[in-house]
């Protein structure tokens, strides 16, 4: 059974513009959150997609946002990049939500 | 809003020494879960407490769901090198919203 695929590995980009993050699910599973990891904040919830409905929404800016398909795949776009977004982006899938998650290898973003 | 407080943030201790690291909720939680991020790694799912009191063992790991279901415990027995890691608590609210502790980074010397 595939694990939690999140694409790309990294990324670098100018502050001002914006990246997309793709996360695919492992195959059954409906619900996927993602978070932020820093070194100095630790793992920061971002959002919670269930049915391709936002479940959950953590304390981030309008700038990011994320959606999920059909198929349960799942993406998060973040737009006018700066300099304190660089971080790993872990994206964790689950059955169901409140179950064990399953996280992704993550895409680490850097932000020049 | 809700708070999950993880101490403490770093543990160096010797190989063959236990180890405990504590997790606290601001909020009562509908269950509590525990990671474990090798360096360089992501979180990897170690267990999950639904019920209040709950005491749960994996080899040298014991976990414990307090009573209040506010707080929780990992503690690893007689620590060996392939313990080395962050480990995060994660608890769930009555939400469904899953929000981490800041993880205990555990060193282990030879």
């Known amino acids: 059974k595939a694990g939690v695929t999140q694409t790309p590995r990294y990324l670098i980009k100018t502050r001002g513009q914006q990246v997309t993050l793709s996360c695919s699910p492992i195959?059954?599973?409906?619900?996927v959150s993602w978070y932020q990891q820093t070194p100095g904040q630790g793992l920061q919830f971002l959002f919670e997609?269930?049915?391709?409905?936002?479940?959950n929404k953590g304390n981030f800016p309008g700038r990011f946002s994320g959606r999920q398909f059909s198929n349960s795949r799942s993406e998060m776009n973040v737009s006018t990049l700066e300099l304190g977004d660089s971080a790993l982006y872990l994206c964790?899938?689950?059955?169901?939500?409140?179950?064990?998650?399953?996280f992704g290898q993550g895409t680490r973003l850097t932000v020049v | 809003g809700q708070q999950v407080m993880q101490i403490p943030q770093y543990q160096h201790v010797q190989e063959g020494e236990d180890f405990t690291t504590y997790c606290n909720s601001s909020?009562?939680?509908?269950?509590i879960q525990w990671y474990k991020q090798r360096p360089g790694g992501h979180p990897v799912f170690l267990i999950q407490?639904?019920?209040?009191?709950e005491v749960k063992k994996q080899k040298r790991l014991t976990f414990q769901f307090g009573e209040a279901k506010k707080n929780s415990s990992l503690h690893i027995t007689a620590t060996q090198t392939t313990d080395v890691g962050t480990y995060f608590c994660?608890?769930?609210?009555?939400?469904?919203?899953?929000?981490f502790g800041q993880g205990t980074e555990l060193s282990v010397k030879p």
């Open positions: 964790a899938s689950s059955l169901e939500p409140d179950t064990e998650a399953f």
């Open positions: 195959s059954g599973h409906r619900s």
């Open positions: 997609y269930f049915s391709e409905t936002q479940r």
């Open positions: 909020t009562t939680l509908s269950n």
């Open positions: 407490l639904v019920k209040s009191g």
């Open positions: 994660a608890g769930c609210n009555q939400g469904g919203k899953l929000i």
